[in-house]
């Protein structure tokens, strides 16, 4: 024997609806949890279904005392029914008349797009520009580094970098000086620790060599 089909949520929920409508009265969620097998509908899917209801406005529910109390009409059900139906009308004859809008605004948009040999040249030629300026930004990117704003970016970052470097040059000599005052006694140490760091001698502040200037062609001017 094949194994019986479950109820859908759509059938669960007219199933449990029949139960308010066949009584009209009020029930306790463990009411309907023991009344809801005896339509089809298992006892553990019994809240979900009643919220779902409840969430639609096709039940409602009252808080009395300690108790939420559940309940329905055919007349209420009927109500928002009739509510629910005038919305999807009004939404529908929007759609409609946006429909047709976007037809109008479609046929305007296709005036002058007509196929024609005109026309394929024309964007032909469209595409041959499109490509001749990929091409020609391409060959731009090559000489970026050429271009003068670049170059002037670079010099003024190196003389940033310059002016940092002997800054700390400068720190490192008052910081020399302030060594050999303050130890005296270890000269010799001292010396040993800066040849390890790269002090040596022959360490002193950089000299920034003069830039070339830029070669300016018949095409600056």
């Avoid at 529910?61 to 108790?67: A, L, M, N, V």
């Avoid at 939420?68 to 009308?89: D, H, I, M």
């Avoid at 360490?203 to 070339?212: K, R, T």
């Amino acid at each position: 024997m094949s194994k019986k089909r479950g109820l859908s949520l759509d059938e669960k929920r007219e199933k449990m609806l029949q139960i308010f409508y066949d009584s009209q009265g009020f029930f306790l969620l463990k009411e309907l949890e023991k009344l809801g097998p005896k339509k089809g509908v298992i006892s553990q899917s019994v809240k979900d279904v009643i919220q779902s209801l409840v969430d639609d406005d096709l039940v409602f529910k009252d808080k009395i005392g300690t108790s939420v109390y559940f309940w329905s009409l055919p007349s209420c059900a009927g109500n928002q029914l009739r509510t629910v139906y005038r919305k999807l009308e009004t939404d529908l004859q929007n759609n409609n008349k946006r429909h047709t809008e976007l037809v109008e605004q479609c046929k305007a948009l296709k005036k002058g797009r007509e196929e024609s040999d005109a026309r394929e040249e024309a964007l032909n030629e469209l595409k041959a520009i499109e490509h001749k300026h990929k091409e020609l930004k391409e060959e731009l990117m090559q000489y970026a580094d050429n271009d003068p704003a670049t170059i002037e970016a670079m010099k003024k970052a190196i003389e940033v970098a310059h002016s940092a470097a002997n800054r700390w040059t400068d720190n490192i000599f008052t910081l020399r000086q302030w060594c050999s005052n303050n130890f005296p006694q270890a000269k010799e140490q001292l010396d040993h620790l800066y040849n390890e760091v790269g002090i040596t001698d022959d360490f002193d502040y950089l000299e920034l060599p003069a830039m070339a200037p830029l070669a300016v062609t018949d095409g600056d001017l």
